[in-house]
Structures are given as structure tokens and as C-alpha cells.
């Protein structure tokens, strides 16, 4: 089965895993802007991430047929950097237009500080003004509770922000309603001991259904899986799940998704085959 | 959206899974008895009996309240604590 990664930090990974990626069905991935595990010295260091992100990697990508987007930010992280984070927004709308961006991310928060919420609110500037898609992080284990509600807080005070071009992250059993039932995408993270496993992906899909809802890696530099998607896939055809159901969480609701975008040029690898048999 | 497996097919599949994962557990908690010091007071430890509580009770959304008991406590009036004024 095909599937689309909707997260996954493709800079940490290497060729190797482009190639595992590929054999696993995976034809394209977005890959949000994040935390390198260090914190950067200067916006310099940033603009050089971003060339990276619009330059190198689609062409890592594209060596195994996989279709490479990409988010720009400065994460929640380092955006307690209030001045650093300034630089490095004001050096966003450079980038916007390069071919593979789909907009604003991963932006949230990560302590759920002062600064944090000031430099998110910041980007949501910035989106709006470039009418952006927005992809945001949510906090870590006993963080995320409280950091989710405060980022739905800030978008939902924003009338401005359409909520059908928003995809909010990492949601799981105590976030994702809050976030479907205000009218966002949720993703879930199959990411080893702090997130979610395969099974409860799984279990959450039964119990709110298919609609805005995906799944991702977010495969990284730290303990993390980048086929966590194809697990998923295995672990809701071992429940009995249809093909049509699990296609549309891994595939086509990413699609649906990204192609609110101008960035998102995607080419459905059976795309001819399938004009041609029509 | 039903789940496609009845509860008998869920217990076949998941029993030695479930019992495995409380092996484990007790295995924790006779490490944590064995060795050196006491941790009778740490704050965590009491979460770890408030969550073991819930999985014991037969509510339907034990995941979730798990969830919320190891979670930081959200108040509305965040904004104004962090002097941030909302856009409204
Ligand atoms: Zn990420």
C-alpha cells in the first residue's frame, strides 16, 4: 500500500532509511522544520536548515522516488529565544515560495512559557499574512495537556485562522478531542515510550473515526521509527479493518490535507495508470 | 467506528500480551522494594497508585483519565498570568 509521512525529520535519517521508506510504500513525506538537539548559535544557522530543508533534501528524496515537502520555522524550543526567533521569521518569507514548502511548522509550544506562546503567536502572524498552512508541534508527556489547550486557545481567538488548514500534532487519547472538535487536523505520532504505539493509533481511529485524522513518524535524531507508519498499517489489517479505511488515514487524508497548499505538486505514482483505465 | 473483532477475539489475541505487560509491572515495582532507600514519599510514585486505580476500576476511558492524571493541570485564565492579551 502506498502511504504519505506527514512528519518525519528526513535530516536526521539517513539514505538508508530513504531507500527502507521507499520499499515500505512510502511515495512522499513533509518534514516540519524542528529542534537539531542543540540550540543554534545564529539566524544564519537557520537560513542554511532552510536551504537543507528546500534544496538537499528533496533531491535525497527523489533519488528513491519519494515526493519531499517541507514546513519552515524556528521550534518551540529555541523560541525561547525571543530575539533569535525574530531573526529567524523575518527570514521565512525568503523561503516561502520554493517549490516543495507547504507552510508554517512545527510551531507550538514546548514548556508551555511566556516566550513560547509570544514567538507562536508571532508565526501565526506571519501565516496569515502569507496565508500559510500551519502545522504544529504539541508538548511532551506531562506538558502536552496543558500546552495543547493553549495553542487551541490561540487559534481559536484568531477569526482569521481557517481552521480546515490546520494540522495539529502528536494529539492522543486526552488532545485529540479538544482538537477535532475544533474543526483542526489532528495527527497522532508513532513514536516509541513518549507517544503513541500502533495499537492505540489504532484504538483512537475506532473511536473518532477516519475524518482529519493521520498518523505519522515523526522520525527523528532520538529513539524513534521511522516505518512506525507501515506498523500501523499491519496492526489495523490485523484488526480487520478495509483497505479503504486504512488507505484514507495513510494516504489520502494527507492529500487531502496538503493540497490546500501551492507548494503541494504531489504525483500520484499510479496517477497515468489510472487516467489511462478510466 | 466499531472495532472489527469481537471481545473474545480481542482477549485471544491480547491476553499474553496483557499479562506479559503486568509481569512487567510487578517486576518494577519488586526492583524498586529491593533496592537501597525508600521512594514512599515521592510524588510520582503516588501517581503511579492513582493510575493503577484506574486501570483496575471498569470505566471506559481509562487511557484517557490516565492520561490526565499524569498531566499538568490547564486554567483558562493562562493569558492574563503570562500578561498576553488575547486578540479578542
Ligand atoms: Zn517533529
Not at chain 1, 509550544?109 to 504539541?138: D, R, S, W
Not at chain 1, 493540497?259 to 497515468?272: E, I, M, R, W
Not at chain 2, 493503577?52 to 471506559?60: D, F, G, I, P, R
Not at chain 2, 481509562?62 to 492520561?67: G, S
Request: hydrophobic share 40%.
Amino acid at each position: 500500500m502506498y502511504y504519505i509521512d506527514p512528519h518525519i525529520h528526513m535530516v536526521s535519517r539517513t539514505t538508508d532509511d530513504y531507500e527502507t521508506l521507499a520499499k515500505m510504500g512510502c511515495v512522499a513525506l513533509s518534514e516540519p522544520a524542528f529542534w537539531a538537539g542543540f540550540d543554534r548559535g545564529s539566524a544564519e544557522s537557520f537560513r542554511d536548515y532552510f536551504r537543507q530543508l528546500t534544496e538537499v533534501e528533496p533531491k535525497r528524496a527523489a533519488q528513491y522516488g519519494i515526493q519531499h515537502f517541507t514546513w519552515l520555522c524556528i521550534n518551540a524550543k529555541e523560541a525561547e529565544n525571543v530575539t533569535l526567533s525574530r531573526e529567524v521569521i523575518a527570514l521565512i518569507p525568503d523561503f516561502l515560495d520554493c517549490p516543495n514548502v507547504l507552510g508554517i511548522g512545527e510551531i507550538g509550544l514546548n514548556k508551555n512559557t511566556k516566550n513560547e506562546a509570544t514567538i507562536f503567536a508571532e508565526h501565526l502572524e506571519l501565516a496569515v499574512k502569507y496565508e500559510q498552512q500551519i502545522l504544529i508541534h504539541t508538548p511532551h508527556l506531562e506538558d502536552k495537556y496543558q500546552g495543547t489547550r493553549m495553542i487551541l486557545d490561540m487559534l481559536c481567538d484568531d477569526s482569521r485562522i481557517d481552521r480546515s488548514r490546520v494540522l495539529v500534532d502528536h494529539v492522543e487519547e486526552h488532545t485529540v478531542r479538544h482538537v477535532l472538535e475544533e474543526g483542526f487536523w489532528a495527527g497522532m505520532t508513532l513514536y516509541p515510550v513518549t507517544k503513541c504505539t500502533p495499537q492505540r493509533a489504532c484504538d483512537i481511529i475506532e473511536m473518532y473515526g477516519p475524518e482529519r485524522l493521520m498518523a505519522n513518524s515523526a522520525g527523528d535524531w532520538g529513539p524513534s521509527k521511522p516505518t512506525a507508519i507501515p506498523d500501523l498499517i499491519l496492526e489495523m489489517r490485523r484488526r480487520g479493518h478495509p483497505e479503504s479505511l486504512i488507505r484514507k488515514v495513510v494516504y489520502e487524508n494527507a492529500i487531502e490535507f496538503f493540497s490546500q497548499s501551492q507548494g503541494f505538486n504531489f504525483k500520484a505514482p499510479d496517477a497515468n495508470e489510472t487516467a489511462a483505465s478510466s | 467506528m466499531p472495532i472489527p473483532m469481537t471481545s473474545n477475539q480481542v482477549l485471544n489475541r491480547e491476553f499474553f500480551e496483557i499479562r506479559a505487560k503486568i509481569l512487567q509491572l510487578a517486576a518494577s515495582f519488586d526492583r524498586l522494594n529491593r533496592a537501597d532507600g525508600s521512594v514512599d514519599g515521592d510524588p510520582r510514585l503516588s501517581l503511579v497508585h492513582e493510575a493503577l486505580a484506574v486501570l483496575a476500576s471498569t470505566q471506559e476511558d481509562r487511557a484517557e483519565q490516565i492520561q490526565l492524571l499524569f498531566s499538568r493541570q490547564y486554567e483558562d485564565d493562562w493569558r492574563e498570568k503570562f500578561d498576553l492579551a488575547s486578540t479578542e
